[in-house]
């Protein structure tokens, strides 16, 4: 069997919802130990989006694929000792929260190295350590808000917040990338170190380049919904049964989409010269695109597109996403059993895979507290003890 690329590798989870789970995810797709370390009683974000007789939802069973479950109160005497311990084995810790909550429960780094002088922190919070929003608490809509993303999205007057959680899992795949290196580098140096990742910073580096243009052009764009700002004809349009989204984006694909609309005599338009000038004007491109799509079923029209190598794709609800062809074919989400869910849960691991050691689905999310026992033998307690554990509400 392929080793795993980080067999060997404890990491705790003490994250929240969505980005410091999904860091540890990562990790733990690539064959890291990862230990879920859960509030006694279920923290929130287990049950977000139920699924399951029991409640859980489904943003935890993505989030914590691959992971052992351990409930723990870490304010208690007992959960503190638990905590102690489990730092001596662990080669990561992972938690999205203000630094003064990571004091609070004993997992800033002085405290961790204190266990294990070698060990990593990953700490994901909304604004970082410094400047005066340091210490706020904030949500992935927040980040997508103060990026200027939501500003940018929707209609003028009418701000339009993603429905995907992008700044999470930015700021996620951004602090487990961090969280390698800091193991490459300790394993050259023998020193471990903080990892530090933010929703801010992670919003601002997906809207980066937006920013860079206001900055040296002024140039305060609007949004324009649906229609691209880079080219066009870009946008969403309405088939017969549907909707697809077109994106001609540079000139070969301008001729393509002229000669397929026979709009010919538009490539020597002065209003489409460029691609800043097919933006500008795209509101004309777009009513022609929409005015051919209305002649055709979603099929033909992505078909006679896809012959023109035109980029194009249907606009899915999440069932057609389920039932789409391509994502059956493919087998890009793995099905597997949750006790009490009615059916598999598809489940998808990272996007990016490792051909020579790739990253495996081998264990389902933990049932709250399932592996209490597992763990906590294996740091030498007894039967009695964590019967003694339980009965003070430490795990």
Not at 121 to 150: K, W
Not at 270 to 276: G, Y
Not at 370 to 389: K, Q, T
Request: proline content about 6%.
């Amino acid at each position: 069997m392929t080793r795993a690329v980080l067999e060997g590798i404890r990491v705790l989870d003490f994250g929240r919802y969505i980005s410091g789970p999904f860091c540890a995810a990562l990790l733990a797709d690539l064959g890291a130990d990862v230990i879920r370390v859960e509030r006694v009683g279920g923290g929130e974000d287990r049950f977000v989006y139920p699924v399951t007789d029991a409640g859980d939802g489904s943003l935890f069973l993505q989030m914590n694929r691959n992971k052992r479950g351990l409930t723990l109160d870490v304010k208690t005497p007992g959960g503190a000792e638990v905590l102690r311990r489990l730092a001596g084995t662990a080669d990561v810790v992972i938690a999205n929260m203000p630094d003064e909550a990571l004091r609070d429960m004993g997992l800033d780094y002085p405290s961790l190295t204190a266990s294990r002088p070698d060990i990593i922190l990953t700490a994901i919070s909304a604004f970082g350590s410094e400047g005066p929003y340091a210490g706020r608490v904030g949500f992935d809509g927040i980040g997508q808000a103060m990026s200027g993303a939501v500003w940018m999205s929707g209609l003028p007057g009418a701000p339009m917040k993603s429905f995907a959680s992008w700044v999470d899992f930015t700021s996620a795949m951004l602090a487990s990338h961090a969280t390698l290196a800091a193991l490459f580098e300790r394993s050259r140096s023998g020193e471990g170190q903080e990892v530090r990742s933010n929703l801010m910073a992670a919003s601002l580096t997906v809207t980066n380049f937006p920013l860079i243009e206001q900055a040296l052009t002024g140039v305060n764009r609007q949004p324009t919904g649906n229609r691209a700002q880079s080219g066009g004809p870009a946008d969403a349009v309405r088939t017969k049964d549907g909707w697809i989204m077109v994106q001609v984006i540079g000139a070969p694909l301008f001729r393509r989409w002229a000669r397929l609309m026979g709009e010919t005599h538009w490539l020597e338009d002065p209003r489409f010269a460029s691609d800043a000038l097919r933006s500008d004007n795209g509101a004309v491109l777009s009513e022609r695109t929409q005015a051919w799509a209305a002649g055709f079923t979603t099929a033909e029209a992505l078909e006679t597109l896809a012959a023109n190598r035109i980029p194009a794709g249907p606009i899915l609800s999440p069932q057609q996403v389920l039932d789409d062809p391509h994502v059956q074919a493919t087998g890009i989400f793995t099905p597997m059993d949750y006790p009490g869910a009615p059916k598999p849960v598809p489940l998808m691991m990272a996007a990016a895979r490792l051909e020579a050691t790739p990253q495996t689905l081998h264990r389902r999310a933990p049932l709250l507290g399932e592996h209490n026992e597992e763990v906590l033998g294996s740091l030498g307690y007894s039967a009695a003890e964590i019967d003694d554990l339980r009965a003070q509400a430490s795990i």
